[in-house]
């Protein structure tokens, strides 16, 4: 899976609030991007019990459909 940007913008903060303290505006950022990344893992933990589920009802097309959309977020 590749790494957001999102990802990239939490992990320059991240040094940044390491080394200095953040702004306001880096804060505002910060929090924004943490929002951003619950949303995408609950998203994809979401599709990925959904696929679990298809998989142990044997529902070949609807584990396909899941399985597209983990892919497509993935691609984000």
Do not use: Y
């Not at 990344?37 to 990925?48: I, Q, Y």
């Not at 019990?49 to 097309?61: G, K, R």
């Amino acid at each position: 899976m590749p790494i957001l940007p999102v990802h990239e913008r939490l992990a320059e903060l991240w040094v940044l609030r390491n080394s200095r303290g953040l702004t306001e505006s880096e804060k505002t950022d910060m929090e924004h991007c943490l929002a951003v990344n619950a949303s995408f893992c609950r998203e994809l933990a979401h599709l990925k019990n959904m696929s679990l589920l298809a998989s142990m009802t044997e529902d070949t097309d609807w584990q396909h459909d899941i399985c597209s959309r983990i892919e497509r977020l993935s691609r984000v």
